[in-house]
């Protein structure tokens, strides 16, 4: 059966305390809502997002990472409400399922579970083991016969654990009918969405439950809650990834993206950061070093390392407190105390403590290429745009600022000269 899904997006937030768009507010490096986004498309092609508040700025960052997503545009105003969401929307396949932008821990499982059958609607439930606050959702003979506010329910009803998840797959046909027919008469003066499932039930129609798990039905309203999602989706990355044969020291200390990937034995010490994009084969990431949107294969990182968006580095080592950034390094040594920056190094090349390369000359970043077999001693500056060919030697202390012909040396020194006794002189102290 085809399926049509509208994710709920709408909503201001307030809770958030933030001038970002709550579901803007991002899960493992992607907004929740492209979490929820995610999961829809592995079972539709149609797809609309119901927008309000921030509309335009939701829009667009969609539009920046997706394809043939459909918009609607709550009239909020006169239409307030879940309902009042629902109301202009058109969509094309037999059912319809409606999610909640707020809940990026869904997962394809549960939606499709959400969508199978033949009841008019599929609605899901949770039980709790305390659901103070929550609405019950009574249910008679594996069908639901009512929806009560827990202010509104009996003693009996209020030992119901049975609670509503909030999504729903709705018959397309059902929901044509129902939503024109949704009204604001309540307390809120706003227009429910639980409103069709008394309509449905009053009408002789089947409302089926679907239980879910609460974990991945929790919606998120506040930056606690944003915490807690983050907990729960980093756990299952890492558990993902060590399946997948990846090794992590103290995993609760290590952070990974849901965009990076993992390819071989790769192995993450503790307080690894893995960020964006990043693609690591074969490789050793040390105590607390930060990879961000870069590819490394067969290397080693750190301890305490960086390396910045759009490096490569292959058959490379790069050593305790140094950082890369937008540079290629094949089968370079950089043990320690370093920053390459815009550079392409070649095969053979070691690079001494303290060496910089100053490629921003602050207007423009200007490149550095450096051949094979170079090798480059401490507190050296490379002072871009330059290139030092194969088999070069440049001695401690240098200021680079011209290229290097290869096999030569290059040196740039003050001659050092001693004052003899000028410690006794300068402290007045006898010799």
């Given at each position: 059966?085809?399926?049509?899904?509208?994710?709920?997006?709408?909503?201001?937030?307030?809770?958030?305390?933030?001038?970002?768009?709550?579901?803007l507010?991002?899960?493992?490096?992607?907004?929740?809502l492209?979490?929820?986004?995610?999961?829809?498309?592995?079972?539709?092609?149609?797809?609309?997002?119901?927008?309000?508040?921030?509309?335009e700025?939701?829009?667009?960052?969609?539009e920046?990472?997706?394809?043939?997503?459909?918009?609607?545009?709550?009239?909020?105003?006169?239409?307030?409400?879940?309902?009042?969401?629902?109301?202009?929307?058109?969509?094309?396949?037999?059912?319809?399922?409606?999610?909640?932008?707020?809940?990026?821990?869904?997962?394809?499982?549960?939606?499709?579970?959400?969508?199978?059958?033949?009841?008019?609607?599929?609605?899901?439930?949770?039980?709790?083991?305390?659901?103070?606050?929550?609405?019950?959702?009574?249910?008679?003979?594996?069908?639901?016969k009512?929806?009560?506010?827990?202010?509104?329910?009996?003693?009996?009803?209020?030992?119901?654990?049975?609670?509503?998840?909030?999504?729903?797959?709705?018959?397309?046909?059902?929901?044509?009918?129902?939503?024109?027919?949704?009204?604001?008469?309540?307390?809120?003066?706003?227009?429910?969405?639980?409103?069709?499932?008394?309509?449905?039930?009053?009408?002789?129609?089947?409302?089926?439950?679907?239980?879910?798990?609460?974990?991945?039905?929790?919606?998120?309203?506040?930056?606690?809650?944003?915490?807690?999602?983050?907990?729960?989706?980093q756990?299952?990355?890492?558990?993902?990834?060590?399946?997948?044969?990846?090794?992590?020291?103290?995993?609760?200390?290590?952070?990974?993206?849901?965009?990076?990937?993992?390819?071989?034995?790769?192995?993450?010490?503790?307080?690894?950061?893995?960020?964006?994009?990043?693609?690591?084969?074969?490789?050793?990431?040390?105590?607390?070093?930060?990879?961000?949107?870069?590819?490394?294969?067969?290397?080693?990182?750190?301890?305490?390392?960086?390396?910045?968006?759009?490096?490569?580095?292959?058959?490379?080592?790069?050593?305790?407190?140094?950082?890369?950034?937008?540079?290629?390094?094949?089968?370079?040594?950089?043990?320690?105390l370093?920053?390459?920056?815009?550079?392409?190094?070649?095969?053979?090349t070691?690079?001494?403590?303290?060496?910089?390369?100053?490629?921003?000359?602050?207007?423009?970043?200007?490149?550095?290429?450096?051949?094979?077999?170079?090798?480059?001693?401490?507190?050296?500056?490379?002072?871009?745009?330059?290139?030092?060919?194969?088999?070069?030697?440049?001695?401690?202390?240098?200021?680079?600022?011209?290229?290097?012909?290869?096999?030569?040396?290059?040196?740039?020194?003050?001659?050092?000269?001693?004052?003899?006794?000028?410690?006794?002189?300068?402290?007045?102290?006898?010799?």
């Amino acid at each position: 059966m085809s399926i049509s899904v509208v994710i709920l997006a709408a909503g201001k937030g307030s809770r958030m305390k933030s001038a970002t768009p709550k579901v803007l507010h991002e899960i493992s490096g992607k907004p929740m809502l492209f979490h929820a986004i995610d999961a829809a498309r592995q079972i539709s092609d149609d797809i609309t997002v119901v927008l309000f508040h921030q509309a335009e700025r939701i829009r667009k960052q969609v539009e920046s990472h997706y394809t043939n997503i459909h918009f609607h545009i709550q009239d909020a105003q006169k239409y307030p409400g879940t309902g009042g969401a629902m109301k202009g929307v058109e969509t094309k396949n037999e059912r319809t399922l409606i999610l909640n932008g707020d809940m990026p821990l869904i997962t394809k499982d549960s939606l499709l579970a959400l969508s199978t059958g033949d009841a008019e609607i599929n609605m899901s439930v949770i039980n709790l083991e305390n659901p103070g606050g929550y609405g019950r959702v009574i249910i008679e003979n594996g069908k639901v016969k009512e929806i009560i506010e827990e202010k509104d329910c009996s003693e009996t009803e209020l030992q119901t654990t049975t609670v509503n998840a909030g999504i729903y797959a709705v018959s397309t046909a059902v929901l044509k009918r129902y939503i024109p027919l949704l009204d604001n008469n309540n307390a809120q003066k706003e227009y429910y969405l639980t409103d069709i499932v008394k309509m449905a039930v009053d009408e002789g129609k089947t409302v089926h439950p679907v239980y879910v798990k609460e974990e991945e039905f929790k919606g998120v309203n506040s930056k606690f809650d944003l915490c807690v999602a983050e907990e729960i989706m980093q756990r299952r990355i890492k558990r993902f990834w060590m399946h997948a044969g990846v090794t992590m020291r103290l995993p609760e200390t290590i952070y990974i993206d849901s965009r990076a990937t993992f390819e071989g034995e790769c192995i993450l010490e503790n307080g690894v950061s893995i960020q964006g994009s990043s693609h690591i084969i074969a490789s050793h990431i040390k105590t607390h070093s930060i990879i961000e949107d870069s590819h490394i294969e067969n290397s080693d990182v750190g301890p305490m390392a960086r390396i910045r968006p759009q490096s490569t580095l292959k058959e490379s080592h790069i050593g305790n407190f140094v950082e890369v950034k937008k540079s290629m390094l094949t089968g370079v040594k950089a043990g320690h105390l370093a920053y390459i920056g815009d550079a392409t190094i070649d095969e053979g090349t070691n690079i001494g403590a303290g060496m910089i390369t100053c490629n921003y000359d602050g207007q423009k970043k200007h490149q550095t290429n450096i051949g094979k077999n170079v090798f480059i001693g401490s507190d050296t500056q490379i002072i871009a745009p330059v290139t030092i060919e194969d088999e070069v030697i440049i001695a401690a202390g240098t200021t680079v600022n011209q290229n290097i012909e290869k096999g030569s040396l290059a040196i740039s020194r003050i001659q050092m000269k001693t004052v003899k006794d000028f410690f006794y002189k300068f402290f007045n102290k006898d010799a």
